[in-house]
């Protein structure tokens, strides 16, 4: 199995940034493709960013386009999330997730078979 935990999460003010970590330990191998996913009270989870392990590839909700960076870190068996320029729109938990190669698309929750705890961002304006 995998295990993820999120870290970096907290208050900040509208126009604000913060770096989101995810540490990912266990059967680190079988990571596909890592994501970051969000949900606010009585909204559903949304899709924030995505970011395949091997080649780079990177994926953004257009909510955030231009405004997130997903990275990750294949030695360390980290994900980042660099949000720039947050909005109160952006309040929310914070979810990471990663998936095998189980041939699902990377916007989609269901396509991920792990997902860390989460941790809360909060936008004050």
């Known amino acids: 199995q995998v295990q993820l935990v999120e870290s970096g999460g907290g208050l900040v003010q509208a126009g604000g940034s913060l770096r989101l970590s995810c540490a990912a330990s266990?059967?680190?191998?079988?990571?596909?493709?890592m994501g970051w996913f969000r949900q606010a009270p009585g909204k559903e989870r949304e899709f924030v960013a995505a970011?395949?392990?091997?080649?780079?590839?990177?994926y953004y909700a257009d909510s955030v386009k231009g405004r997130f960076t997903i990275s990750r870190d294949n030695v360390k068996n980290t994900v980042y999330l660099q949000m720039n320029s947050l909005k109160p729109e952006d309040t929310a938990v914070y979810y990471c997730?990663?998936?095998?190669?189980?041939?699902?698309?990377?916007?989609?929750?269901?396509?991920?078979?792990?997902w860390g705890q989460g941790t809360q961002v909060t936008v004050s304006s």
């Open positions: 266990g059967r680190t191998f079988s990571i596909y493709a």
């Open positions: 997730a990663a998936r095998r190669d189980n041939g699902l698309g990377y916007s989609t929750s269901i396509g991920y078979d792990y």
């Open positions: 970011i395949s392990w091997r080649g780079s590839s990177t």
